[in-house]
């Protein structure tokens, strides 16, 4: 292990099979955690200074190559535009029909260069936290990652006006100058990151060891995770090659499910929580967002909903299942688990 490099031990068995018992707040049955990534603004183009346009995750990607040599391509940023010109206030209203809260996972700079959205976002009572400062990979080495998450604690805190954002981190790449960049930019701004969702391994929250300490010693306050899904992320309008939706009604069917085992493993007494990952270019779009409309409505109706905000549920999960108590969940079964394995 390096002084850029941390990763915790691997668990397996998590809370094991007999599955945490607890409750959501006010005996919920499910928290139901809405994730707006947005980062229309930040992509890869010459006009952020990049050599060339993205070639992903846009209406062409398909057969839409990367421009090189510092050529705009108008019309993959007409795609990106698209998402805050016309599908972010179509999701606004939307969200305000039900006064539910996201958490807006925000690349910094693209609420730097979005106009007033920024602010209304704060003022509807949506959480701020952290998508990195660009929409792409933030360095190979600590140096580089550390100026990146610098940058983009100032560019989220110019634009709403707020000194105590972001609360919480999802980068989304697996690169451990990240992971590890984060904790330190934790300590060395005196924000208080309340959580990190780079995780995909569970349906309800755990802790980790806190990775600074574990590098650079002190006292180790553990780093909750709150983790993230790919199965219920609008992303999946864009998967090629038949692996994902093209109909809205695929992707409402995909939530439903998701959300009627969940809902129903939380009656039994094991309450889970579920993401539902959103971005202005994609579900937002006038056929997709019939889907999610269907959604919001259909669990609008069924007792004991929460939905709520990632920092609603570090909030929660800290003062019912602090670190000090709990602790790592590979702890709970240490003896069948090697610090690190072999290499």
């Known amino acids: 292990m390096t002084a850029d490099y941390y990763l915790p031990p691997r668990d397996y068995v998590g809370y094991g099979e007999e599955q945490r018992p607890g409750v959501w707040p006010g005996n919920k049955k499910i928290a139901v955690s809405f994730v707006l990534n947005y980062e ?14 993205c070639a992903f995750l846009h209406e062409l990607h398909y057969d839409r ?8 391509d108008g019309l993959v940023e007409d795609m990106f535009e698209y998402g805050i010109r016309q599908g972010l206030p179509r999701l606004i209203k939307l969200f305000r029909q039900y006064g539910w809260k996201w958490t807006t996972w925000t690349c910094a700079r693209a609420f730097e260069v979005t106009g007033p959205y920024p602010k209304i976002i704060v003022q509807d009572g949506h959480e701020i936290a952290c998508h990195g400062n660009r929409w792409q990979n933030h360095g190979s080495n600590l140096e580089e990652v550390k100026a990146h998450i610098n940058k983009s604690f ?11 954002v972001p609360t919480g981190w999802f980068v989304g790449s697996g690169h451990q100058a990240q992971k590890l960049g984060r904790a330190i930019i934790h300590k060395e701004r005196k924000v208080p990151l309340l959580y990190s969702s780079d995780a995909y391994s569970g349906d309800e929250p755990w802790w980790i060891p806190d990775p600074y300490a574990e590098v650079y010693g002190g006292e180790d306050q553990g780093m909750l995770m709150i983790p993230y899904s790919l199965c219920t992320n ?4 864009f998967v090629a090659g038949a692996a994902g939706v093209s109909a809205p009604d695929d ?16 009656e039994a007494g094991s309450a889970k929580m579920m993401t539902i ?6 579900v937002c779009k006038p056929g997709r967002i019939m889907a999610l409309k269907r959604f919001m409505a259909y669990i609008a109706t069924k007792p004991d909903v929460w939905v709520c905000t990632r920092k609603e549920i570090a909030d929660f999960w800290r003062e019912k299942y602090p670190y000090k108590e709990v602790g790592p969940t590979y702890k709970m079964h240490s003896e069948h688990l090697s610090s690190w394995g072999a290499v």
């Open 154 to 164: 100032d560019r989220l805190q110019a634009a709403t006006g707020l000194t105590d």
């Open 277 to 282: 990952a959103m971005h202005n270019r994609f």
């Open 251 to 266: 992707w409402f069917e995909m939530l439903k499910a998701e959300f009627d085992t969940l809902y129903a493993e939380g």
């Open 65 to 72: 190559k990367a421009t090189t040599g510092g050529k705009r």
């Open 40 to 53: 229309e603004g930040a992509e890869s183009t010459p006009w952020n200074g990049d050599d060339g346009s």
């Open 234 to 237: 609008d992303h999946l309008f």
